[in-house]
């Protein structure tokens, strides 16, 4: 009976963790070899544990990340140019609590987007709340939020996450407005949060691309400088993925 009521209570406080714990302590009967403290620490243990994973979930859903990604994942092998040891150093989110950036480059298919989601959910797992654009939907949602007045919460919103992934990165010559709309998400976050930058497109040809030296001299001033740069090489990885076997 007082084990009922201790379980409806842990229901009423949402202490899921502790009553999935006291569940499968009261299924074993070595448990009453522990002492109370013991069983105590077992059952808080479970709960942080429980509230740390629903907190992962939660940031993980709000990334919306494009690859479900995991550093252990990726193929060193291959040649595209990846030092191992200094992507599982960036796996450890020293450069997120720098304030650092990380600028992805290398032709389409070679595993850019992938690397950024990996780095990108091994900080949500470290804590850090993360979300992926795609840099054209992105200025799309921009340019609609315009109209509906939403614009500054939009851009707060994803100015204030830790880290952020700019995919598709210099597809097309920016439009004006594109233009200082990005210098506005980039200043935002200057020396305050991450970026993680994916593009085909070579730094030196950055300033084609945003189409204004002014600005361009701005947006490189804070993303380049202090950023970890990694240049992928080598063919698409999807031709390796998707291929087909040939019959004999």
Same mark, same amino acid.
């Given at each position: 009976?007082?084990?009922?009521?201790?379980?409806?209570?842990?229901?009423?406080?949402?202490?899921?963790?502790?009553?999935?714990?006291?569940?499968?302590?009261?299924?074993?009967?070595?448990?009453?070899?522990?002492?109370?403290?013991?069983?105590?620490?077992?059952?808080?243990?479970?709960?942080?544990?429980?509230?740390?994973?629903?907190?992962?979930?939660?940031?993980?859903?709000?990334?919306?990340?494009?690859?479900?990604?995991?550093?252990?994942?990726?193929?060193?092998?291959?040649?595209?140019?990846?030092?191992?040891?200094?992507?599982?150093?960036?796996?450890?989110?020293?450069?997120?609590?720098?304030?650092?950036?990380?600028?992805?480059?290398?032709?389409?298919?070679?595993?850019?987007? #992938?690397?950024?989601?990996?780095?990108?959910?091994?900080?949500?797992?470290?804590? #850090?709340?993360?979300?992926?654009?795609?840099?054209?939907?992105?200025?799309?949602?921009?340019?609609?939020?315009?109209?509906?007045?939403?614009?500054?919460?939009?851009?707060?919103?994803?100015?204030?996450?830790?880290?952020?992934?700019?995919?598709?990165?210099?597809?097309?010559?920016?439009?004006?407005?594109?233009?200082?709309?990005?210098?506005?998400?980039?200043?935002?976050?200057?020396?305050?949060?991450?970026?993680?930058?994916?593009?085909?497109?070579?730094?030196?040809?950055?300033?084609?691309?945003?189409?204004?030296?002014?600005?361009?001299?701005?947006?490189?001033?804070?993303?380049?400088?202090?950023?970890?740069?990694?240049?992928?090489?080598?063919?698409?990885?999807?031709?390796?993925?998707?291929?087909?076997?040939?019959?004999?």
């Amino acid at each position: 009976m007082l084990v009922n009521q201790t379980r409806e209570k842990l229901e009423q406080l949402k202490f899921k963790g502790m009553l999935q714990a006291l569940d499968e302590q009261m299924s074993f009967p070595e448990v009453k070899d522990l002492t109370f403290e013991q069983r105590l620490g077992l059952l808080i243990d479970r709960e942080i544990i429980e509230r740390q994973n629903r907190r992962l979930i939660r940031r993980l859903r709000q990334a919306k990340l494009r690859e479900n990604a995991v550093i252990e994942d990726i193929d060193f092998q291959s040649s595209r140019g990846l030092d191992k040891a200094v992507i599982l150093s960036l796996a450890q989110c020293e450069w997120i609590k720098r304030n650092q950036n990380i600028i992805i480059t290398g032709p389409t298919g070679v595993g850019k987007t #992938y690397l950024a989601c990996a780095l990108a959910q091994k900080a949500c797992q470290q804590g #850090y709340t993360a979300i992926y654009h795609r840099l054209p939907r992105l200025f799309e949602q921009l340019a609609m939020a315009k109209g509906d007045g939403l614009y500054a919460k939009l851009l707060d919103k994803t100015a204030k996450s830790d880290v952020i992934i700019l995919d598709d990165w210099g597809l097309s010559v920016l439009k004006e407005s594109q233009r200082k709309d990005l210098l506005e998400l980039i200043e935002d976050r200057y020396s305050l949060r991450s970026t993680i930058i994916a593009t085909q497109l070579p730094i030196t040809k950055w300033h084609e691309v945003i189409n204004d030296q002014t600005i361009a001299d701005a947006i490189l001033d804070r993303l380049v400088h202090n950023a970890h740069k990694i240049n992928m090489k080598g063919g698409s990885m999807r031709k390796k993925i998707n291929k087909v076997p040939t019959s004999c």
